[in-house]
């Protein structure tokens, strides 16, 4: 009787630890989910993407873009359209308010020194027409107004592939606000200023039976106002935008400054006093006439006065 007591105690001892183990999974499987879901992420309402693979212009291109936003113009605060573009080391100074020897009164581009002929002026993809009725073939950007510019894209690989042959040196397209809304008014006042103290120059010029220029200058005047409205219509499809500008500048005279009084030249060893393919009265060195062969008249000018030439 003993015996079968202590196998029966046995027996129940190994079917309650089967049945334990047995329960485990069962309170696993029933408590997991709960643990799972307690954990999980909670519903993503936004993503922000600090990196991107698009592209940039200059991965897809063959020749280098740059781009100049109209923030960049914004803080450069200039307001002629040349004076944007020829901050930029490409950019040869063409023809505008700063390069005006022979000047018609227009602005060009001439990217890399190889003639503005040779840069092709673009306004939302499409070429600007010449600005002079002259001939040429060249665009005057005084007829883009800077307060309109989005951006400007510059290509200086050069383009006669796409564009021909007046894109050997690059393009340049200038991106315009095309649903500009408001009403905008700016004026600027302002002048350049030269202290004449350069004594090298004054000598060189003193020299030469010149007046040399001496003290503090105040010259080039300028006077901008510019005017500008729009506004969209048809739900956004289009847009009226008009602008007037006036632009006056006032000459600033060679004569005035120590550096320009005369154009430089080299000779005897030092420099003096040259030369000007753009001015009447420059001086000149004339060998001699048909009445007088061999004769030299070294550095003659022409006297303002009488129109003839003197020392």
Not at 165 to 186: L, P, Q, R
Not at 206 to 221: L, M
């Amino acid at each position: 009787m003993g015996k079968n007591r202590i196998l029966q105690h046995a027996v129940h001892a190994v079917l309650t630890a089967a049945a334990a183990s047995a329960a485990v999974p069962a309170v696993y499987a029933q408590t997991a989910p709960a643990a799972a879901a307690a954990t999980a992420a909670p519903e993503i309402q936004e993503v922000v993407v600090t990196g991107s693979r698009i592209q940039s212009a200059n991965l897809i291109s063959a020749s280098p873009i740059t781009t100049v936003s109209n923030v960049d113009i914004q803080q450069s605060g200039l307001t002629r359209v040349e004076d944007i573009i020829n901050n930029l080391p490409q950019v040869f100074a063409g023809q505008g308010s700063n390069m005006s020897n022979g000047a018609d009164g227009t602005a060009t581009l001439d990217l890399h020194d190889l003639g503005p002929q040779r840069t092709l002026v673009l306004v939302n993809g499409k070429r600007l027409a010449p600005g002079a009725p002259n001939g040429r073939n060249f665009a005057d950007i005084n007829q883009i107004p800077a307060e309109l510019i989005e951006r400007v894209d510059v290509l200086t690989g050069g383009a006669s592939s796409t564009y021909g042959a007046d894109a050997v040196s690059g393009v340049v397209n200038f991106i315009m606000d095309t649903h500009y809304e408001g009403v905008k008014i700016d004026a600027q006042y302002g002048m350049f200023n030269h202290n004449n103290h350069e004594t090298l120059y004054q000598n060189l010029v003193a020299g030469s039976g010149f007046n040399s220029p001496t003290g503090s200058v105040d010259s080039g005047f300028q006077k901008n106002v510019s005017f500008i409205a729009g506004s969209n219509f048809a739900d956004g499809a289009g847009n009226a935008t008009v602008y007037a500008t006036y632009d006056k500048q006032a000459q600033n005279i060679g004569g005035q400054f120590d550096y320009s009084a005369c154009s430089l030249s080299f000779g005897g060893g030092h420099a003096i006093c040259g030369g000007s393919g753009t001015d009447a009265g420059g001086t000149f060195i004339a060998y001699g006439d048909s009445a007088h062969p061999g004769t030299v008249f070294p550095n003659q000018t022409v006297d303002p006065k009488t129109g003839l030439l003197r020392a």
